[in-house]
Each structure stands twice: as C-alpha cells, then as structure tokens.
C-alpha cells in the first residue's frame, strides 16, 4: 500500500498537498477509492480512503489510527560535531533510517569547518534529507536537525542518559553503560569531529553528568561513529 507523511490529519479526514498530492494524481494516477496508508509524522499511522483527486490537493477518509511499530520507545538524540563540507547529509540520511530521533549540530574546540552566515540554509537541505530518508525506510516521524549549538551549551540533565564517545576511555564500554542505566527513556549520544574532542571537553561534560564510553578497539571515522553508536545503542534499547 502507498504511503505518505500528512500534517493536515484530523478525526475522521486528511488532506495531502504539495509534491506528494501532484505525484499521487499525475505520477500514480490514483483516483477516488484507492486505498493509502498516511502518517502524521509523529509516529501515528492511519488507514486511508481517497475521495477526491487534483494535483493540488488529495482529500481522504481516515480510520484506524495506531501507533507505528518502526518507531523506537526510547528517543535517542544525536549531538554530531561538525564534520567536514560533504559529511553531514550522509550521517542525517543514515542515522534518520536507523532510528534516530533527532540530529544536533555541534561546535567544539576542534572542528575544522566554521559555520557561515548560510547556515541555516543547509539544515534546511539536511532537514530534506531526514525527510527523504524517512519516507524511504517507512519512518512514522520525520527527525529533526536542530539549529547549530556550541559543545558548553548543552545541557546534559535534560536527558535520562548522555554518552560521550571518547577514543581514550578505557574503562567503561557503550555495552556497559547502556545495560547499567536501567531503562532510560531519552538518550544522547555525542560524536566529536575529525580530531577527535578535547580532554577538557570530555572533562567538563563528565562533570555535568555525561557518561565517557568506547566504542571498540578500532577508531572509527566521525561519519562512522554516530551510524555504529546509534545502531548499538537502539539495538540494546530496542531488544
């Protein structure tokens, strides 16, 4: 059955606009009594019922609305350190099909790319990519990529658990961590950028309540990390 995110859902109807009302009437020729599956992009699902066609607006019937099962029962909230031109859209694109619930721009003492003026501009296109990315791995909710912040400005406490990925942590393993904090119902996890985060960084955090944890072994690259923290993490959560 086709799918589609629709905001304007109410009790008993829906409207879909925009690209997604033109692609239904010119691309898939759809017509009154077509059956569709809609989302409100908050992890709801509704069946749906077509009753009229235009490429500007499909009106629907909906019924049998139900909470998505594709969605996580824990939000986990991924705070990225600013990585190189080129990086970030891959990590929005493949942390949004995995599950995450929201992406957080970070700026630290060692990230090479400073934000432009134009910044708000490419979480526009990031946000795209999140939406494009739901849609394709069937998402009930579209993630956010939330406007750009500075590594001393988040706020630790305002989650259930914050972990910090930290190439020197030796003691403590996502694993652990994870399966010591009984059931948390928000996470974040913090990635730092191509050099790594500084001691001080990782110091100050750990006093505000973040947990250090490894990863492994091996060092991961900074796209990599967020994909292979976040994967674990959800996995755990999830199981």
């Known amino acids: ?43 709801n699902e509704y069946d749906a019922l077509i009753v009229s066609v235009s ?25 990225q350190c600013l990585p190189k031109t080129g990086k970030m859209e891959l990590i929005v694109q493949k ?20 934000p432009g003026k134009d910044y708000d501009k490419k979480r526009e296109r990031y946000n795209r990519v999140a939406l494009e990315a739901a849609k394709q ?3 009930a909710m579209v993630p ?3 406007p750009l912040t500075e ?8 989650f259930d658990l914050f972990l910090v990925a930290y190439e020197d942590e030796n003691t403590i393993s ?12 928000s996470i974040a996890l913090l990635i730092g950028p191509e050099g790594g985060l500084e001691e001080g960084e990782v110091r100050q955090l750990v006093q505000a309540g973040a947990k250090s944890v490894s990863l492994g072994k091996r060092i991961l690259r900074t796209e990599t990390a967020g994909m292979a923290m976040l994967a674990q993490t959800l996995y755990e959560v999830e199981e």
Request: glycine fraction near 6%; charged fraction near 20%; proline fraction near 4%.
């Open 1 to 43: 059955m086709r799918r589609f995110f629709c905001e304007n859902i109410t009790t008993d109807s829906a409207t879909i606009t925009g690209d997604d009302a033109h692609h239904i009437s010119r691309v898939l020729r759809m017509k009154a009594g077509d059956a569709l599956s809609l989302c409100d992009g908050a992890g």
């Open 55 to 79: 490429p500007e607006a499909v009106v629907c019937t909906v019924s049998n609305p139900h909470a998505s099962e594709a969605e996580s029962p824990v939000q986990v909230t991924l705070f």
């Open 95 to 114: 942390c949004t099909e995995l599950g995450v619930f929201s992406v957080v721009p970070v700026q630290s003492a060692r990230c090479v790319v400073v």
């Open 137 to 139: 791995s069937r998402r």
């Open 144 to 146: 956010q990529v939330l």
């Open 151 to 158: 590594l001393k400005k988040i706020d630790v406490k305002s």
């Open 174 to 185: 996502l694993k652990q961590a994870l399966r010591a904090a009984g059931s948390p119902q």
